[in-house]
């Protein structure tokens, strides 16, 4: 007589008549699908996406910022900076320049020094030109350059020829 092994009973499940024990070996059944993989196309594509809308986040944080604000290379001069060459200036009257930037005071751009900051002023006192008053020589030419946003308050600097 062949000898039979009878599995252990587990009283938390029940065993039926028929139940076999796993012997580790997987059984022959239908074959499982296996899961459906991204294209190489698909891979590449996400990939450029997320860099694309990287860049665009980037670029609206701060190039789009500082278009909207109005880029004002000028906003952190201070006393002792040099401020490059500015668009036509001539007279008396007060003009709008583009291009204001600071640079080093011993390069050949370097044409205006700063020497005076006046914060918080309005559209007529820059106009004036009265905060500068205390930074600037007689018989020296000078020159004003502000940036106040029409009802709000900005800044003035007091410019002199870097000679």
């Known amino acids: 007589m062949p000898e039979q092994v009878v599995p252990p009973t587990n009283p938390s499940f029940p065993q039926s008549a028929g139940f076999q024990p796993s012997t580790g070996v997987p059984e022959a059944g239908p074959p499982t699908p296996e899961p459906a993989r ?42 002792g900076d040099c401020i490059g060459e500015l668009s ?27 020497v005076g900051r006046a914060e918080d002023q309005t559209e007529a006192q820059a106009e004036s030109g009265e905060a500068c008053d205390q930074f600037l020589q007689e018989n020296k030419d000078y020159y004003i350059l502000s940036n106040v946003t029409p009802g709000k308050t900005g800044y003035v600097l007091c410019l002199t020829d870097n000679s």
Request: aromatic share 4%; charged share 30%.
């Open 38 to 79: 991204k294209s190489g196309r698909k891979k590449v594509l996400g990939i450029v996406g997320a860099i694309v809308a990287f860049l665009v986040i980037a670029g609206l944080k701060f190039g789009l910022e500082a278009v909207l604000r109005g880029l004002d290379e000028t906003a952190e001069a201070k006393a």
């Open 88 to 114: 036509t200036i001539s007279g008396d009257e007060m003009e709008a320049v583009d291009g204001g930037k600071v640079v080093d005071c011993a390069s050949a751009e370097a044409r205006y020094k700063v």
